[in-house]
């Protein structure tokens, strides 16, 4: 326990320089700043014990839409509806799943169930599993089609743009799919580029350093402002060449413990401002589309 709780403070001592003054939750989702700007929430998720609480942003186009991307674990949903009740979300434009595994998608259907989804989204990887059943139930109940993506596709974010540079198709399913699929699912996630004007924003889901290598020797142009980390900040992701291409001066650990200590580490040393929902809590980035970058924190 003294172990752990060194390593902790070693951590903190590494990464509370880069984080704002804590404003607090409410300030975080404060919505009366948002018109004019595309703005970023990564929902902190606290409520899991015991397992990984995963991925959640809420994201705001500068014409008021909003966009969702990934849904956590089942149980971490309480922490999204709180954070879109808080925002005074009573619809959602555009629902992300960014690719099939429980902590991703496993809240998605109670954000069916208590607001108005217009479109939903998802990769184009298939993955049958009981949560993956019951996010598909669910979009049937409600009449939603689910479309999925692939590189190449474009879609419009109100005054913003979405461009999925990743996954590429046709998927080629290995024998005996889906036994020992994590690494072969998390490298199918979508990585999706979200612009306004001169400001980008990237996500990738979980993908690992060879899905990074994949991506890169597409030619997919993966340079933006801010960056979530992909794998929640865990060593099987975010490689060097993958780390200079986006070169990113924000870059967001979401997960409710420390996957790994030296990945934010790399990400400091090479200049980005690294934040971490596990310390800094619901983390807000926005831009005017001028490529400056406006950053509230809910924890010191």
Request: one cysteine or more.
């Amino acid at each position: 326990m003294k172990i752990k709780r060194l390593i902790l403070l070693l951590t903190l001592c590494l990464l509370l320089p880069l984080v704002s003054l804590a404003a607090g939750y409410d300030a975080v989702y404060d919505t009366s700043g948002d018109a004019g700007k595309l703005t970023v929430r990564f929902i902190g998720m606290d409520t899991l014990s015991g397992d990984k609480a995963g991925d959640s942003a809420v994201l705001t186009s500068p014409d008021g839409k909003i966009m969702v991307i990934d849904a956590g674990h089942p149980e971490a949903a309480a922490d999204i509806m709180r954070a879109l009740d808080t925002m005074g979300v009573e619809t959602i434009d555009m629902l992300m799943a960014s690719h099939p595994h429980i902590d991703h998608v496993g809240g998605m259907p109670a954000l069916f169930d208590n607001y108005e989804v217009k479109a939903a989204y998802a990769s184009i990887v298939d993955y049958n599993t009981s949560y993956t059943r019951a996010m598909m139930a669910t979009l049937e109940k409600e009449g939603i089609a689910l479309t999925r993506l692939k590189r190449g596709d474009s879609l419009a974010f109100g005054e913003a743009q979405v461009d999925i540079l990743w996954p590429d198709a046709p998927i080629v399913y290995y024998d005996k799919y889906p036994e020992a699929s994590t690494q072969f699912i998390n490298n199918l996630s979508l990585v999706m580029k979200v612009s306004f004007k001169n400001t980008v924003f990237l996500f990738s889901g979980d993908l690992y350093t060879l899905g990074e290598k994949e991506v890169l020797a597409s030619g997919a142009d993966v340079k933006a402002d801010v960056m979530k980390v992909n794998h929640h900040g865990d060593k099987t992701s975010s490689g060097k060449a993958w780390r200079e291409a986006v070169s990113p001066q924000v870059a967001v650990i979401t997960h409710n413990a420390l996957a790994d200590l030296r990945i934010p580490r790399k990400f400091e040393e090479e200049g980005a401002r690294l934040l971490h929902t596990f310390i800094d809590g619901s983390i807000k980035v926005s831009s005017a589309g001028d490529g400056v970058l406006e950053v509230v924190v809910e924890k010191e």
